[in-house]
């Protein structure tokens, strides 16, 4: 009886322990507040955010504004809220000819270039990939190929095995590579959206670069594929190419960074990073209302504000960790900020131990959480328990042919070893609601469902709560693609 009894206690003492966990939540996150951050970062007047814009640096003085209200702490390092990220501009090359065949190109995309002129016969070598090497001699030559691999020649396959191909043409003394691409209407137009116009990079400073490294690099549309079916059977390929130079500018942008130290004595020299990209992709194509400005309240004005929710709750009650809130510039450019902080970190990355992002394309499933990279690491519970409690339910990425764990600021520090999984809104399928409003004008802040919203934000912040407040430090699952690496990090010993 008495050991009955002891139980029932202690189960009562974990539940008004948990309650308590969700009451600190629900004090510091209202609807409103959640609409008041994403209305504004959604604005017209920020004109999409685009990175290195003065919209952008309005939006990073909004975000260092709020922290500082909150009563985070500023960067460590520099005793503000921003870091100096250092970018390079380049603008597409001018005076472009490229001539195949006879046949003028007109739609295609520069993708790396040096000034160059060269007239002489090409070789079509099939996908570009290692096999199609074999007994060739493209050595300074020009070298035609398909897009993908003859698993995939979808577009998306062309931006995978870009750098494959890459290093396989320079390997092999390639002078140029001219990919063709089948691919419909739609996905021509992105791509060339987003390499016709200027490119950001990270500044390296590294400003004696020889024209000699760089290999020039083609994607040329064939939208139904004759091209490089005539160019397969042609016995002699005849080629004239001139670019002429590309201009250079440097761009300075901001992380948006701030921090609340844990109170645990020995935990709080540990740290779990609260990450989201705050930069979207500005003005561009108008859509069939007119409307020419991408405001991006889905990606990313409502990851942005799951990193705001957990900083005010943080600060007003602190976990046994600390709290690292680092907002990103230059994502949708590469994931520029995130790039640029892993290899400059205000602090030492082996004190990070769990990087929980927040992205989002948009969400088709009100009832759920979309969590890229749930089940790769030990605080799998931590998270599910938490969108529980909310009346959610936690699912793994359930479109994992669109590579999403790639494609945000988490890849990067999963690459140094620290776990990060990505926070998104629910779907079920990458399609409907989701790439209804997918980098579109359309996705503004009057066509979210708040309601939604606000459980989605409880449920972050609990998560985070959870994490960092669990005694056990949150690792990658064993076997994970990171764990060797992480061990590295962590100066943990192989078994």
């Known amino acids: 009886m008495k050991k009955l ?15 308590t966990e969700i009451e600190k939540v629900s004090e510091t996150i209202s609807k409103s507040e959640i609409e008041g951050h994403i209305y504004f970062l959604a604005d017209d007047l ?7 814009s003065p919209e952008l640096k309005i939006a990073a003085s909004y975000l260092a504004n709020s922290f500082r209200g909150y009563g985070v702490k500023p960067n460590p390092k520099t005793g503000t809220y921003y870091q100096e990220v250092k970018l390079k501009r380049k603008f597409p090359p001018k005076d472009v000819s490229i001539v195949i065949n006879g046949q003028i190109l007109t739609d295609y995309v520069i993708v790396n270039t040096a000034a160059m002129v060269s007239n002489q016969d090409a070789i079509f070598l099939n996908y570009g990939l290692t096999d199609d090497y074999k007994g060739k001699d493209v050595k300074g030559k020009v070298i035609i190929v398909k897009a993908g691999s003859p698993e995939t020649n979808e577009g998306r ?18 002078n140029a590579i001219i990919e063709l691409l089948k691919v419909d209407d739609g996905m021509w137009s992105s791509i060339d959206h987003n390499f016709n116009r200027p490119t950001l990079s990270v500044d390296l400073e590294e400003t004696n670069t020889s024209s000699n490294d760089v290999i020039t690099y083609v994607w040329a549309l064939d939208k139904e594929g004759k091209m490089a079916e005539q160019l397969s059977k042609a016995k002699k390929i005849s080629s004239a190419i001139s670019i002429g130079e590309k201009h250079e500018e440097q761009v300075i942008s901001q992380n948006v960074i701030g ?10 020299n540990e740290f779990i990073i609260y990450s989201a990209h705050y930069d979207h992709v500005g003005i561009g194509e108008p859509d069939a209302t007119g ?23 943080l600060a007003k009650y602190p976990t046994k960790r600390s709290a690292l809130f680092i907002l990103f510039t230059g994502e949708e450019r590469g994931l520029l900020g995130s790039s640029y902080y892993v290899e400059n970190p205000v602090l030492p990355l082996n004190q990070m131990v769990y990087c929980f992002n927040s992205d989002n394309a948009g969400y088709n499933d009100t009832s759920v959480i979309s969590v890229i990279g749930l089940t790769r690491t030990s605080a799998e519970n931590n998270i599910f328990n938490a969108a529980q409690a909310f009346g959610l339910r936690a699912i793994e990425d359930p479109a994992k042919e669109q590579g999403l764990f790639d494609r945000s600021d988490n890849v990067n520090f999963a690459k140094k070893g620290i776990p990060a999984p990505t926070f998104s809104l ?3 399928s990458f399609d409907g609601d989701v790439t209804k409003y997918y980098h579109q004008p359309g996705d503004e802040a009057n066509t979210l469902d708040y309601d939604y919203l606000l459980k989605f934000f409880q449920a972050y912040v609990l998560a985070g709560r959870n994490i ?22 962590y100066q943990v010993k192989s078994n």
């Open 5 to 19: 009894a002891l139980l029932l206690a202690l189960g009562c003492v974990f539940t008004l322990t948990a309650q």
């Open 46 to 52: 920020l004109k999409g955010r685009e990175t290195g």
């Open 157 to 174: 396959a062309a931006f995978r095995l870009r750098r494959t191909k890459e290093k396989l043409a320079k390997d092999h003394g390639v």
């Open 259 to 268: 921090m609340v130290e844990g109170t645990d004595a020995q935990l709080k």
């Open 291 to 313: 409307d020419s400005i991408y405001n991006g309240a889905r990606d990313n004005a409502v990851g942005t504000t799951t990193v705001l929710s957990m900083a005010k709750n």
């Open 426 to 428: 629910g779907f079920t």
């Open 468 to 489: 960092a407040n669990d005694n056990q430090t949150p690792v990658w699952n064993e076997g994970d693609k990171y764990e060797e690496v992480s061990k590295t990090l």
